[in-house]
């Protein structure tokens, strides 16, 4: 069945996650994704494993959906190779280090000059400023781009979201551009740069803060629950910060993951105070409106609490929902895991590995109508050397004599 992006081919030179990330997102959507690698390897191959002498889940679940090739790029007929592989490719993915594929001999005006309708993204931790040569990694970016900064409790240290931003958050934000060069080459018929920082991707997804930022500049942001402000946007713990408030509450039995996310519109004051049993606020004047309850929102949640703590957090979704009253239980990745609504639509799913098994993955988030995604197993390391190289006439001879001498 034709996918959205059938006949495109990418050559995928990234490595860990920020890269890997983007160019399966690529895969899914149809794309012939071939994953160059040094014949030793992504180095996340070998990380975190669970299992002796197979790949890693870290590996599986971002390289689905692939061909993998090896070629050292350092040695010349490695070179040549590459510039062969780079004449049939759409895009071209990278997440080196700033400047590594220069010193390989292919710059931008290099590649320009082989296809010029290639389109090369990168993907770096910073962009050309002060600290573009300084290593980075999911957290790192996470710190400098403005997430650490707000996240967390007032009187705690920055914390780490779970969520990878950083690495996986840049990876879509370089989809988008890939997906953009390729669309504006339909009408120039040429290729062009997309360049992404982790930096700004993060800074990106955190816009309303930043948009709290300047907020300040005219009083206290009296949405939040924090009771001073200064300089700067606050930790504010599971406050919503937005125009809605909202908070996580505690339910039975009490275990770690035993919360639900309440938020608290003005039409659903109401509901809520008749559910929680204190129907009399509705009407009370201290309680009634959203502007009578801004100043005393950590009161309205422990109220809320109080009841909750009765109930379960799955008997308190059902209820709070019966009102349309928005509302989302905490789920542990345990509880993810066994989703089986996710699994019904394909956002969790099992992949078969032809030596670790079946695993279980993330599917494709993104869902169209007529190129629906069908996950396949990642591939083992240079397992589709004889047919791409075949392809560009390299005769089994060769292959196995590139192989001996380390150039594949």
Not at 45 to 59: A, E, H, T, W
Request: aromatic share 6%; with cysteine; net charge negative.
């Amino acid at each position: 069945m034709m996918k959205a992006l059938t006949g495109v081919r990418v050559l995928d030179m990234t490595h860990v996650q920020s890269g890997p990330s983007a160019t399966q997102l690529l895969g899914w959507l149809g794309a012939d994704v071939v994953k160059l690698e040094a014949p030793t390897g992504d180095i996340t191959r070998q990380q975190l494993r669970d299992k002796p002498g197979v790949d890693s889940l870290y590996f599986t679940m971002l390289n689905c959906n692939k061909r993998s090739i090896t070629l050292n790029m350092k040695s010349e007929r490695g070179k040549e190779l590459f510039t062969e592989l780079v004449k049939s490719a759409d895009v071209l993915v990278e997440n080196f280090g700033p400047g590594a594929v220069d010193r390989m001999g292919f710059t931008w005006e290099r590649l320009q000059e082989i296809n010029p309708r290639l389109v090369y993204a990168s993907i770096k931790g910073f962009g050309t400023g002060r600290y573009a040569k300084f290593k980075a990694y999911e957290v790192i970016a996470q710190a400098m781009g403005g997430s650490m900064t707000t996240t967390g409790f007032e009187e705690g240290p920055p914390l780490a979201t779970g969520a990878q931003i950083g690495d996986s958050g840049t990876g879509i934000h370089a989809v988008a551009g890939i997906l953009a060069a390729l669309y504006q080459r339909e009408s120039t018929g040429r290729g062009q740069r997309v360049q992404v920082a982790m930096q700004h991707a993060v800074l990106n997804l955190c816009r309303v803060k930043l948009r709290d930022q300047q907020r300040l500049a005219h009083g206290p942001l009296r949405e939040y629950p924090n009771k001073t402000f200064g300089a700067e946007v606050p930790r504010s713990g599971n406050a919503s910060g937005g125009g809605q408030p909202g908070w996580a509450v505690r339910c039975a039995p009490g275990g770690p993951n035993d919360y639900i996310y309440v938020i608290v519109q003005p039409v659903g004051w109401k509901p809520i105070a008749t559910i929680i049993g204190r129907p009399e606020l509705a009407e009370d004047p201290e309680w009634a409106t959203p502007d009578a309850r801004l100043n005393k929102l950590d009161k309205m949640f422990q109220l809320i609490e109080e009841w909750t703590l009765n109930h379960d957090k799955w008997s308190v979704l059902d209820r709070l929902n019966a009102e349309n009253i928005p509302c989302g239980p905490i789920l542990s990745t345990k509880e993810l895991a066994e989703d089986e609504s996710l699994r019904d639509e394909g956002i969790v799913v099992a992949v078969d590995h032809p030596e670790r098994g079946e695993f279980l993955t993330v599917g494709s988030p993104l869902q169209l109508s007529d190129s629906p995604v069908d996950v396949m197993t990642p591939p083992l390391l240079g397992e589709h050397n004889t047919d791409i190289y075949g392809s560009l006439g390299v005769s089994a001879e060769e292959l196995a004599e590139l192989k001996t001498n380390g150039v594949i």
